[in-house]
């Protein structure tokens, strides 16, 4: 009887915890490497994605593939959404990386790279068709060192994971 109940709670836990790890809704994602782990201020990275729903709201992210000697505690990024019609949105976001004490923030993959998602834009784009999203380093090197790979994530905004 106890052999019974254990294993049926083993099960449930299991069902919970698959629940609750669930993956999430990607509309899109890709990563591109940055030549020598030098990203220059001058050679911004790009990525086009096509929309087909404008009702949908999208929520992007911003993947940063950094080495464990990157030097800074943060890092800013210039950034430009240029739609198919040919409006341009851009802006400046800052980007904690690490805590104060110096303790990365991102997940760590094979013990010398940390992989950031960091939210930066919700936003329901009105037209259909191609989307630029273009991401050009903002700190004040002009060769940053220790920059992997950079990426984009969108998922679709889901009212009830908020």
Known sequence: MIKNRTIFFALVSMLVLLQACKEEDVYFQKFETIADSSWDKDEPVSFDFEILDTN??????????????????NYFSFWELKSPDGRIKTDTSEFILAKPSGQWLGNTASGTVIENNM????????????????????????KLANIKDVGLKITRYNEQKK
């Open 56 to 73: 949908e709201i999208y929520v992007f992210f911003l993947n940063l593939r950094i080495g464990n000697d990157y030097g800074y505690s």
């Open 119 to 142: 939210f930066f834009l919700r936003k329901k784009l009105p037209t259909k068709g191609t989307y630029t999203f273009t991401f050009t380093q903002g700190m004040r090197e002009s």
